[in-house]
């Protein structure tokens, strides 16, 4: 059923066989419009969140390799960055450049890449004094070679389990700034835009707000759940990993 499909006639409708969520203020079937917003909502915090590492990771691979003066020169970017909320950033952000999906998407890069990048740099510093990359140096290996061979497949699992944690909150992000009118713009469901849409008939039809708000929930749940087992799978590893390195640069 086409989720933007308006009739007036069964408008405000409880749930039932024809409609299993009900229908909003204009008839528009609930479910559909559940299911299109979450293809919405998940896509684009998906999306902001791959153009995130993509920016972040090599930034934190470029500091932490080479260090000095590059480095201290991006960690105060990032500091600078980081010295204020998330959330206030991105709403300031989306204020300035209006609502939509490109700027929407530019507004959560803004505030996602500088965790990435430091955590990159982290991990960087923590490898380069371990031996397998002394060793590598030793048999002739380059740069870009070390990085490929060895930084980076280190640098995986703890983007990864971040990337996991993060994605809950990039889509309760993404929601808020639909919620306050900075985000993806009616009629196209979305599911914090459905909840600003259902907020004025929540004493009378509660499951307005209810159903999308339950939806961002069991997302964020599960995501969270599999970010934690990720975190702790990855901790489980990196000992076997640095012997596979050193195996590797011999």
């Known amino acids: 059923m086409d989720p933007n499909v308006v009739d007036l006639s069964i408008r405000l409708q409880v749930p039932s066989w024809d409609h299993w969520l009900g229908t909003d203020q204009l008839g528009r079937d609930q479910l559909s419009r559940i299911l299109t917003g979450g293809q919405t909502t998940v896509g684009i915090s998906l999306l902001a969140l791959a153009l995130a590492i993509l920016v972040g990771v090599p930034i934190g691979l470029f500091a932490g390799y080479w260090g000095g003066r590059?480095?201290?020169a991006l960690m105060r970017l990032v500091d600078a960055f980081m010295a204020f909320p998330e959330y206030?950033?991105?709403i300031v952000i989306s204020g300035l450049l209006g609502?939509?999906?490109f700027n929407l998407l530019f507004a959560i890069l803004i505030v996602k890449w500088v965790g990435y990048a430091r955590l990159v740099r982290s991990v960087v510093f923590q490898e380069k004094s371990k031996d397998y990359l002394l060793v590598a140096k030793i048999s002739g290996a380059g740069s870009?070679?070390?990085l490929w061979r060895h930084l980076i497949p280190h640098v995986i699992g703890p983007v990864l389990a971040l990337a996991t944690l993060d994605i809950g909150k990039v889509i309760l992000l993404v929601a808020s700034l639909s919620y306050i009118g900075l985000g993806i713009q009616p009629p196209h469901p979305e599911w914090g835009s459905m909840l600003?849409?259902?907020r004025a008939y929540f004493a009378r039809d509660s499951y307005l707000m209810i159903v999308p708000g339950?939806?961002?929930f069991l997302v964020v749940f599960v995501m969270n759940i599999l970010g934690n087992r990720l975190v702790?799978?990855?901790g489980s590893d990196r000992r076997e990993e640095d012997r596979d390195g050193i195996t590797n640069s011999l």
Do not use: P
């Open 70 to 72: 590059v480095d201290w």
């Open 88 to 90: 206030i950033v991105a």
């Open 144 to 146: 870009c070679a070390t």
């Open 232 to 234: 702790e799978k990855f």
């Open 214 to 216: 339950v939806a961002i």
């Open 99 to 101: 609502s939509g999906f």
């Open 196 to 198: 600003n849409e259902g």
